[in-house]
Nanobody
Framework: HVQLVESGGGSVQAGGSLRLSCAAPGYRYDTYCMAWFRQAPGKDREGVAAIDSDGIASYADPVKGRFTISKDNANNTVNLMMNSLKPEDTAMYYC?????????????????WGQGTQVTVSS
């Protein structure tokens, strides 16, 4: 049973930055596809970014050029660097793990989820 633990959320003003991290004690990420999703109140969970076992990253259009996903295999963490944050980025952010590649933005592809970390961006 893989448990994912997110950290790094918080409150910032528009234009600011935050760095989210996802850890899985006892498990290695290097063979998984890892992703970040977010969910705002009243909205569906949406894919933000993903990185596959080869280190290839994919991004949702609203965050391209502002967010960067990366794996730190030595420390077994997956990070999401978020720059130029906007109020519409406000949401609960979740880390997720998948054993298969492809269709990265579909939540059904992921077998493990973290508990979420809140990101709030004020205007």
């Amino acid at each position: 049973h893989v448990q994912l633990v997110e950290s790094g959320g918080g409150s910032v003003q528009a234009g600011g930055s935050l760095r989210l991290s996802c850890a899985a004690p006892g498990y290695r990420y290097d063979t998984y596809c890892m992703a970040w999703f977010r969910q705002a109140p009243g909205k569906d969970r949406e894919g933000v970014a993903a990185i596959d076992s080869d280190g290839i990253a994919s991004y949702a259009d609203p965050v391209k050029g502002r967010f960067t996903i990366s794996k730190d295999n030595a420390n077994n963490t997956v990070n999401l660097m978020m720059n130029s944050l906007k109020p519409e980025d406000t949401a609960m952010y979740y880390c997720a793990a998948s054993r298969v590649a492809g269709q990265w933005s579909r939540p059904q592809r992921y077998f493990a989820w973290g508990q979420g970390t809140q990101v709030t961006v004020s205007s």
